[in-house]
């Protein structure tokens, strides 16, 4: 399937991928909460690993199996305790998880630059495991599976990302971020900004699980995080010179290519409702 998928054209890629991948995630995200904190926990340990790979890409010797383990028992801890299954004081069992990274690296022989490896494997902690952990945080409130709250966030996202891609490639002229992404526009962020305000309107009337402006709210904080999310992503490819971070997802690139919005606008989402909503 992904050879045929190969000779089609790059937006007929992009569209048929996505519409696997979105069937995929609404299922994981309606069925039930245990199926969304699996999906989302594979989809953290696929996107952590490609992070470690491509950091192996420039010579580095991040702890790649374990590092990617410690995110899922990240996720897997915050799903356990939002969900009230155990309690807070579980989260300490991450820091001894975390502290054998130091450990393991001493026992490493032929690693030139254990601290930077060792650096490295947290990134890939802080970047791509935290965000995703804390999307348990947004779905389960007070113990309670909220789908519809997670799902609109990601209908913001992905509306921000489809209207960002088409006014970018049709109006597209003056220059975003160029010394990061030449490809990004001002026309392009515009227009994601405005179909993530028409979603945003539907969902203060169809989805009651945040007020009108909190979702509008959301919105801004998705279009704007998201955006320099993927300027972020942009840099991190830059800096170890390549253009896509994988080719996992036909048309879309790798994990990093199209969580990366969601990874910066994860922790900010969260802040606002912890404190504002």
């Known amino acids: 399937m992904k ?3 190969n000779r089609m054209s790059n937006l007929q890629q992009r569209v048929i991928t ?4 979105v069937f995929i995630i609404l299922f994981g995200i309606w069925y039930s909460d245990w199926t969304f904190a699996l999906l989302f926990c594979i989809i953290s340990a696929l996107t952590q690993l490609e992070f470690y ?11 790649t199996y374990y590092g990617t383990a410690v995110g899922c028992l990240i996720c897997l801890l915050t799903y356990l305790i939002e969900k009230q299954i155990v309690g807070y004081d579980s989260y300490f069992l991450i820091c001894p998880a975390a502290s054998m990274i130091f450990l393991i690296k001493l026992y490493k022989k032929r690693d030139l630059k254990p601290f930077t490896n060792i650096g490295f494997t947290f990134l890939g902690l802080i970047y791509v495991a935290v965000p995703f952990a804390l999307l348990n945080v947004l779905a389960l409130r007070g113990g309670v599976y909220h789908p519809g709250l997670m799902l609109g966030c990601l209908v913001l996202l992905w509306a921000s990302d489809i209207g960002a891609y088409f006014a970018g490639t049709k109006f597209g002229r003056r ?6 992404s030449p490809k990004k526009s001002w026309e392009g962020a515009v ?16 989805v009651d699980d945040l007020r009108p402006w909190e979702w509008y709210c959301v919105g801004a904080i998705i279009v704007v995080t998201g955006t320099y999310g993927d300027l972020v992503e942009s840099l991190f490819k830059r800096s170890i010179a390549i253009k896509d971070s994988g080719s996992s997802i036909p048309g879309h690139g790798g994990f990093l290519d199209r969580f990366d919005g969601l990874l910066l606008a994860a922790p900010f989402i969260i802040t606002f409702l912890k404190l504002f909503a």
């Open 3 to 5: 050879a045929h998928l």
């Open 18 to 21: 996505a519409a696997i991948g």
């Open 53 to 63: 790979k491509l950091l192996g890409l420039d010579g580095n010797q991040p702890l």
């Open 175 to 180: 220059k975003l971020f160029e010394r990061v």
């Open 191 to 206: 227009g994601g900004a405005m179909a993530a305000a028409i979603i945003a309107f539907f969902l203060t009337i169809f």
